[in-house]
DNA sequence: TCTATATTTCGATGATAGTTGAAATATTTA
DNA sequence: TAAATATTTCAACTATCATCGAAATATAGA
């Protein structure tokens, strides 16, 4: 038997049925308290408390104290990116609920990616700004043009610090819901905070499914020539 | 509860151990029958037929049956990019006698990931020709420039060709023992096929670890600039 | 100080999943 | 045709693991 990584070992982690709904829920990027990511992933408060423990130790999550409240969230970037190719390779939701139904279809229609948009949002506006000439798509990512410095400084980003971050600038990440790709990387982050500031797109509570403003709907049509 | 793909589906099926197993001995992207993967599995042949029975119902490996033998295989590029993604995240190998200590170091030194070249053989050659002006890095893929495009031609590999296929032309794959990225696509592959074919380097039985020849050595260090 | 709330810990239970000996099946070889 | 080899199937066993009721612990609020 020759020796290999042992590919078991992190992945079984995430192979069991009620920790991938807590990292599932926690791809919002957002921290959550141990009851709330046990009420989403329907389990009871002790069950997520044990499974909490073991994502915390194995390195998937951090939890953080405030009084009674403990926070947890993805412990990093890497996380996400490895739980976003999971995503992308799982199999497609099964809807059994007309309540699941318009679930999925929020979720569907947009929400965040850890830190950046999904969806037909997100996947719209990267394809509105390539064929607009302010991106270009390469195989794995994408290179922003002179004319789309120009966007996006008129936009309120400075590509220059962004291109300073430490990670990735601009990744083409694969959606599970549009097989085809949207912008990740550190732009895609700055892009999607830059609409959560400008309230194009407010989050909602319980669900990483972004709600688009009657503002937003106006500013990507006029902004992004992109029509929802 | 949200409406999600679900992880734990396509992740259980690899975070078992001899499941882990049987998928890392098929990564050299050969054929293999039921009793060479028990073997290399160290399970026995009614355990390895057991599992290789959900990995084949499951997608991730394919039979072809040959008289008494059933050969079986990774069932296509997506899988393999997949593991290699497990693999690049997963803890390194623990070893545990002098055996393992030599089958690592022969892994480490040059092995197939799947169908292009990994190990420090890999690594070493794809940044001599970063080194050299014949390869461009992006972040996720490698560019030719004109003056690789004379080289691979020199070497008897034809780009456009290349170009043709129906998959990623150059991807930076991380490599889990060098922790650097070697070349992987179908430049990566057609460029290990064709030192295949040079005999720089031969495959050994029952490891994907990969054995440098003599020539190889002279052609390494005269072509590519890379000594061993 | 007592009550309420959030979370963790503990112990028991039941289900599941992996392993293997034995046997059966399939194919090849002498 | 019988023997050998490769693989699969079956059944039983054992270990593991997730779940939850109950209780304990930690913190906040009245």
Redesign the pocket.
Known sequence: MSVNPNIAEVVSLMG???RAAILTSLMDGRFH???ELAHMAA???????????KLVEGGCVI?E?H????YYQLANQEIANFLETLLSVAPPPKVNSLMQSSQLKAIRNARTCYDHLAGSLGVGLTESMVEAGYLEKEEKEFKVTSKGEQFFADLGIDIAAVRKKRRSFSRACLDWSERHHHLAGALGEELATRLFELEWIIRLPKTRAVKITEKGRLGFREYFHFTI
């Open positions: 069991e049925s009620s308290t141990a009851g389990i009871k408060p002790q069950t997520a408390s044990f499974h909490l423990a939890v104290k009084g009674r409240f403990r």
